[in-house]
């Protein structure tokens, strides 16, 4: 005898659905983006044009967002307009879902719960900017993004950037090297800065296409030796990135800012993103968007080879 249906649940927008029904492939986008990440009404066309761009590849959208404590995988129009034009939505992580849902509120979901739901809903691939990291300051602060601890246990590739340029990347990258997170340079060796295309790391593996980052999906699955996330990083073209030196020029000052106006904790990425959205006089926002279209454009492709390649296995 089955266990009773809980009160809770992830609930699946009727595109998604079918297209899980039927192995059809669906990329997860999150919802933060569009809640906390973008200014309105820009926020809500960037949204509608992220979507397009999957269904332009040959997948499925699939946005995560929480309505009304419902955590749905598959916004519809109105949903989407919902989250985007709202005031007070929550920005809820992993640990926040559990009391977003009770309360009854509505989320916007970042990386980390972004991937959980979506690993949880059966989706295999996830489109988003950048990922979060360790602090530059961690090594007193102890300040982490949750994303990366949600990568450690979550069997997804996640198509990114790499990481924001306001983090740690040194340290970011250690971090998901000790928690078994695969990280896969697509045609590049060099680790992706989010609004610069080389953060001047290197990266121990690339891919060249679509069809070989599914195929590592593909053995990943099969072997079952971790639990632990692919990211794909995906860096723009040097011609479309932000220019390095006002990036260098712009990070800096943020910094100093920070340490004048004594900003601390979670308040440091808001106040150095917003910081290089005024510094680069929207230059950065611009090169965002492009990131988040470049990268929802190749998770589709990846995910539509994945699907192919399971159709082959059954």
Known sequence: MEPPLGRYRIRLGADVAEALGTGAPVVALESTILSH?????????VGGEIERTVRAAGAVPATVGVLGGEIWVGLDAGQLEHLALTDGV????????????????????????????????????????????????????????A???????????????????????????????????TVLGYRTDRFPGFYLSDSGYPIGWRAENPEEIADVLRAARELKLGSGAVVVANPLP????????????????????????????????????????????????????????????LAGRIAVAFAGSRTVLA
């Open 90 to 145: 929550a920005k809820a992580s992993v640990r926040d879902l559990p009391v977003v849902a009770a309360k009854g509120l509505d989320g916007a979901t970042t990386v980390a719960s972004t991937a959980a739901i979506a690993a949880a809903a059966g989706i295999a691939v996830f489109a988003t900017g950048g990922l979060g990291g360790v602090h530059r300051a961690a090594s007193t602060t102890f300040d982490e993004s």
């Open 238 to 297: 040097v011609d479309e990135q932000l220019d390095p030196a006002l990036h260098d020029r712009v990070l800096a000052e943020g910094l100093a800012g920070l340490e004048r106006e004594h900003v601390t904790g979670k308040d440091v990425t808001p106040y150095l993103l917003a910081h290089f959205h005024s510094a680069t006089h929207g230059e950065s926002l611009t090169v965002n968007t492009r990131i988040i279209l470049r990268n929802a454009e």
């Open 37 to 45: 990440g973008l200014p309105r009404p820009m926020n809500l066309e």
């Open 147 to 181: 994303d990366l601890g949600a990568l450690s246990r979550t069997p997804i590739a996640v198509v990114c950037a790499g990481v924001k340029s306001i983090l740690d990347v040194p340290a970011t990258l250690e971090r998901l090297e000790s928690s078994g997170v």
